[in-house]
């Protein structure tokens, strides 16, 4: 919490200067429509990637034909988000991390996307590093090199 406070601290204290005489800075307000578009999902991001592929069909020795959930998806996009994904789309869509996934009578849909099978879930990786797999990511992904 002390972090968050210093952060808004300090963009206080970049706005002040500009607000003081009644102006506005065009540099600040760059930065602020810039940092927006990011977390909207409007701006490609560069970096690795990694691709999440979800099917359905019959398994050898199946009764019935497994099918991808909501609730799978949403839980693959929250461990790609864990494992320090800077930018994550299903499907093309780009997804912010707390989208909502859910089903209906036609379907899954995140947030206002309606998504269609076969599912792929593209993500870019915070080149920073690669994050902390969790046990289901881990099983899923022998390492974090499948990243780059």
Avoid at 78 to 86: L, P, Q, T
Avoid at 87 to 114: K, L, M, Q, Y
Avoid at 130 to 144: N, P, Q
């Amino acid at each position: 919490m002390g972090s968050e406070v210093q952060a808004l601290r300090s963009k206080l204290s970049e706005h002040e200067p500009a607000a003081a005489p009644g102006r506005v800075s065009t540099k600040i307000l760059t930065r602020e429509v810039e940092f927006y578009q990011l977390v909207l999902g409007l701006t490609r991001v560069p970096g690795p990637r990694i691709l999440v592929r979800v099917t359905e069909g019959r398994w050898p020795g199946g009764v019935l034909a497994p099918t991808a959930q909501a609730s799978d998806l949403s839980g693959i996009v929250g461990e790609v988000w864990a494992a320090g994904a800077e930018a994550v789309a299903v499907n093309g869509h780009r997804i912010p991390a707390a989208t909502e996934f859910s089903v209906d009578a036609e379907g899954i849909t995140a947030g206002v996307f309606r998504l269609r099978p076969p599912s792929e879930i593209q993500a870019i990786r915070n080149t920073d590093g690669c994050g902390t797999l969790t046990a289901f990511a881990a099983a899923s992904w022998t390492d974090c090199s499948r990243w780059a």
